[in-house]
């Protein structure tokens, strides 16, 4: 026995980091198939990144009818832990449905349900006395059994859903849309209990079989049944259409449709209106069925460019890899050998130090029109810092600011009319010098003229020349 669960820890450990290990990533395609909904989502389920592979309208506000009925089921659910608990019909949970024209399961004042019957009934047959039961039952009113689905929608994260009612009839202020109803679907489909009761098609109480309103589930209806289909709820007013959550699970895929607002047509040309939302919820499941796949798009660790790096000691680019393993939803087509790779926001060049694992940008897998697969893109390597190349860089980057170019010809053309302004007074104070030089030694020989002039006169001789003394002998 020990040995037993030994092995059960062992492999669901394995399992878990198996998934963990990779992540699912899907483009949102146009389905080739004629739909008849105003509102649609179709969401892949096999990791928990639930990728939505076709949608349309999925945030317009839709009245979603009896689809209410899963929040009211979940907010019991929720409230509630003992299933076998029970409660009885109460005078005014039986007349706020009187004059709607809602289903029902005819139940009676004073009829005595355990909370078990009232989901089975509420989620199955659509019974909307079963809901107004339940409502008072957990809240004590059906008032603030409504606030209570408000504030479960709100945690979800439901940004456009409004409840007036726990049955899903018509009210302008109750609404929700298919990406909101994704949230509490995604939230119901982890819940157990609610899945079982969910799927069940057909549900015997106090003598009466109660079959699943989802006819997809239903060999008898042809135009509907769908043998892949499983639960979950329905729903159809005037003013909401018909509407239906289901999934489907076929060769190990598995999908969940949500859709909206369907009408009623002649749909096999026979002269019957059928239900549009079975038939665009079917339409919809073979479509993923025949035509999507998934596809492992990079492995983990798989070049797929680079990116120079500055100052870095051993190397001066490193390579972009893959951060994780990325399987995605593409059509059967696909052939990554014809995909295009788009890199995008890759930076010129990162700075040293580099840590393997770094983030540093993303990438995009284009196939055909449709980016069909996005990853982040991770330093392959470690790389250091060059603290020689940090210097060099830095007196380049240094010398390469405008302000320190405009500072450096400043102070270039400063010291070069400086240079000139001292070169001119240079030259002009040996222009002066020599002027003065010149000057002197035109003064002294005159000065000598005028000595020998002197003596030439004392000596009484006539002639105004005197020669100059003759050279010594030595």
């Known amino acids: 026995m020990k040995k037993t669960i030994k092995m059960i820890i062992s492999f669901s450990l394995i399992f878990i980091i198996l998934l963990s290990s990779f992540t ?3 483009a949102v395609y146009t389905p080739d198939v004629e739909l008849y909904s105003k509102s649609y989502l179709l969401v892949n389920l096999d990791d928990n990144s639930y990728p939505v592979v076709a949608q349309k309208n999925a945030d317009e506000r839709m009245y979603p009818a009896s689809l209410t009925k899963i929040v009211t ?7 509630i832990d003992n299933l076998g608990l029970t409660t009885a019909m109460s005078q005014e949970a039986y007349d706020v449905l009187l004059g709607t024209g809602a289903q029902i399961a005819g139940l009676k ?3 005595v349900l355990s909370v078990e019957q009232l989901l089975y009934l509420t989620l199955v047959h659509s019974a909307c006395d079963a809901s107004e039961i339940l409502a008072e039952y957990v809240a004590g009113s059906r008032e603030n059994f409504v606030v ?8 979800l994260g439901c940004e456009n859903t409004n409840f007036t009612n726990p049955d899903g009839l018509p009210d302008s202020n109750q609404y929700s849309t298919a990406n ?14 609610f899945m079982k009761i969910a799927t069940t098609v057909r549900y015997e109480y106090n003598g009466m079989m109660y079959y699943h309103t989802n006819l997809m589930l239903q060999p008898g209806y042809v135009s509907y049944y769908y043998p892949y289909a499983q639960g979950i709820k329905t729903g159809s007013t005037t003013d909401a259409g018909y509407c239906v959550i289901t999934k489907a699970s076929k060769d190990g895929y598995n999908y969940l449709a949500i859709v909206l607002g369907a009408p009623v047509i002649d749909y096999n040309k026979d002269g019957y209106q059928e239900k549009c939302s079975f038939i665009d919820a079917a339409s919809l499941f073979k479509w993923a069925f025949n035509t999507l796949k998934f596809s492992t798009i990079f492995e983990e660790g798989e070049i797929v460019s680079e990116v120079a790096v500055k100052n870095g000691k051993s190397a001066d680019s490193v390579q972009l890899v893959a951060d994780k393993k990325i399987n995605s939803i593409v059509k059967s087509s696909f052939d990554k050998s014809t995909a295009i790779i788009q890199v995008v926001d890759k930076p010129e060049e990162i700075s040293a130090p580099v840590k393997k694992g770094e983030a540093v940008c993303k990438a995009n897998v284009v196939f055909g029109e449709e980016v069909v697969a996005e990853i982040d893109l991770v330093a392959a390597q470690d790389i250091e810092l060059s603290t020689f190349l940090t210097i060099i860089n830095a007196v380049k980057g240094f010398f390469s600011l405008t302000i320190v170019k405009i500072v450096l010809i400043a102070v270039i053309l400063f010291a070069a009319v400086y240079l000139i302004l001292v070169f001119n007074n240079l030259k002009k104070g040996k222009n002066r010098k020599q002027s003065r030089d010149s000057h002197y030694r035109d003064g002294e020989r005159n000065r000598q003229k005028n000595r020998y002039y002197r003596a030439d006169r004392n000596s009484g001789n006539d002639d105004d020349y005197l020669p100059p003394p003759a050279p010594k002998m030595k």
Do not use: P, R
């Not at 089921?73 to 409230?79: F, G, P």
């Not at 209570?148 to 945690?155: L, P, T």
């Open 24 to 26: 699912s990533y899907g």
């Open 73 to 79: 089921a979940m907010v019991t659910l929720n409230k």
């Open 109 to 111: 004042v004073g009829e």
């Open 148 to 155: 209570m689905m408000n504030e479960y929608a709100k945690s």
């Open 180 to 193: 909101d109803l994704l949230k509490i679907s995604l939230d119901a489909l982890k819940n157990d209990t």
